[in-house]
């Protein structure tokens, strides 16, 4: 499973050049906005190939798993050293704790897990860790950093891609036109409701993202991951309230209506990654 982390990375990083490039040959044939489009969906493709190999192979991995208890011995300290320049260079320290436990076969063996989780215990504090029964040597520190880190690390950067590809692909199909389309005629209850129903929506939207950035910066959570998740939950929540109130005021604009629930369900996804980051 780390070779496909590994591999996962590698795609990653050679998958958003690549597509930069077969983009940017593709602009001279189709038109610069449709190479764009064509640049968003070959890395969205790529992101989305890796991340989905890298997710089935953890939930393979987890699937089979029992949990045992095991004990906190240290946190191990590396130093990772990055040349910059014929002279600088960047150090960069990560903490990862080592974790003792025994399976089955009654044989205590070591894991580590990665850098700054389990930050808040202590030596000698119980930790959960999740064990392959057919094969020990497999362990996974049982937290949501350790077991499901980096598939939400790379679904989240997929899901941009994803998204960015699909706006991208929609103004590329859209015809140049040079007056507005009429709008379509609504309904009496619409006719009634919706000036009042749209505004409300707006406010909801436009209160709930001001409230959402202030709690970033209130200081009401200590837990940073935490906070963070909560204001991205605040903003999903106000791009669902700004889609419905478009949606109200012109009922043929569905698509906008699903492309706002689908940044909201991305933020969420991202929301949801982050609480559990901050579990401690």
């Not at 939930?59 to 208890?69: I, L």
């Not at 064990?131 to 949501?144: G, H, N």
């Not at 406010?203 to 959570?221: E, K, M, Q, W, Y």
Request: proline share 4%.
């Amino acid at each position: 499973m780390d070779d496909l982390g590994v591999q996962a990375l590698l795609l990653l990083l050679g998958g958003i050049p690549l597509g930069a490039l077969l983009g940017w040959g593709a602009s001279f044939l189709v038109g610069a906005r449709a190479g764009v489009a064509v640049a968003l969906v070959l890395i969205a493709g790529v992101l989305s190939f890796g991340g989905g190999r890298l997710g089935w192979a953890t939930w393979e991995e987890q699937r089979g798993m029992v949990a045992v208890t095991g004990r906190l011995l240290d946190f191990k300290t590396q130093t990772h050293v990055q040349q910059q320049g014929v002279m600088t260079e960047r150090r960069t320290r990560s903490v990862s704790p080592r974790v003792a436990y025994t399976a089955a076969d009654g044989i205590e063996r070591i894991t580590v897990g990665l850098g700054g989780s389990l930050a808040g215990r202590q030596p000698g504090d119980a930790v959960t860790v999740m064990v392959r029964p057919d094969d020990p040597t497999v362990a996974r520190i049982a937290d949501f950093q350790n077991r499901w880190g980096a598939v939400w690390f790379f679904v989240g950067i997929a899901g941009v891609a994803v998204l960015a590809a699909l706006v991208s692909v929609g103004l590329a199909l859209q015809p140049d036109v040079t007056r507005a389309p009429p709008r379509p005629v609504l309904s009496p209850w619409r006719q009634r409701h919706a000036a009042r129903l749209t505004q409300s929506f707006k406010r909801a939207g436009a209160g709930t993202f001001i409230a959402a950035i202030l709690f970033l910066f209130s200081g009401l959570v200590e837990n940073v991951a935490r906070t963070f998740a909560i204001t991205l939950a605040g903003v999903a929540t106000s791009i669902v309230c700004l889609g419905v109130s478009n949606w109200m005021e012109a009922p043929g604009r569905t698509l906008g209506l699903l492309s706002h629930v689908a940044m909201a369900a991305l933020f969420a996804f991202l929301a949801f990654g982050l609480w559990h980051l901050g579990a401690r």
